[in-house]
């Protein structure tokens, strides 16, 4: 089991920047890919970012790249997403997961197997 813990979440106004946090905890080497998603009101949750726990490439979605940027400390096992230049339609749940299994593709959320209970991010204009 992998428990997860997202924090930083807030209100800023557009332009500026946050940066949320996800403690993991319990079985952490058993998590083979991190991911961020986020999930706006009436609408399907989306893949944000995503890497790998031990080594690998990293992931963004085309509407973040160039402004996210995803990060880990495995010393502290805790992932990270630096979120710049933020927009209105940024705002959303975000949500830390984590992936057991290779394979797949990293921007489906039901391939992901713990997650945790979200952190509220709001982008005014």
């Known amino acids: 089991q992998v428990q997860l813990v997202e924090s930083g979440g807030g209100s800023v106004q557009a332009g500026g920047s946050l940066r949320l946090s996800c403690a993991a905890s319990?079985?952490?080497?058993?998590?083979?890919?991190m991911g961020w998603f986020r999930q706006a009101p009436g609408k399907e949750r989306e893949a944000v970012a995503a890497?790998?726990?031990?080594?690998?490439?990293?992931y963004y979605a085309d509407s973040v790249k160039g402004r996210f940027i995803i990060s880990r400390d495995n010393a502290k096992n805790t992932l990270y997403l630096q979120m710049n230049r933020l927009k209105p339609e940024d705002t959303a749940m975000y949500y830390c997961?984590?992936?057991?299994?290779?394979?797949?593709?990293?921007?489906?959320?039901?391939?992901?197997?713990?997650w945790g209970q979200g952190t509220q991010v709001t982008v005014s204009s």
């Open positions: 997961a984590a992936k057991r299994q290779q394979g797949g593709v990293w921007f489906q959320p039901t391939q992901y197997d713990y």
């Open positions: 319990g079985n952490t080497a058993s998590s083979y890919l």
């Open positions: 890497m790998y726990f031990i080594y690998g490439p990293t």
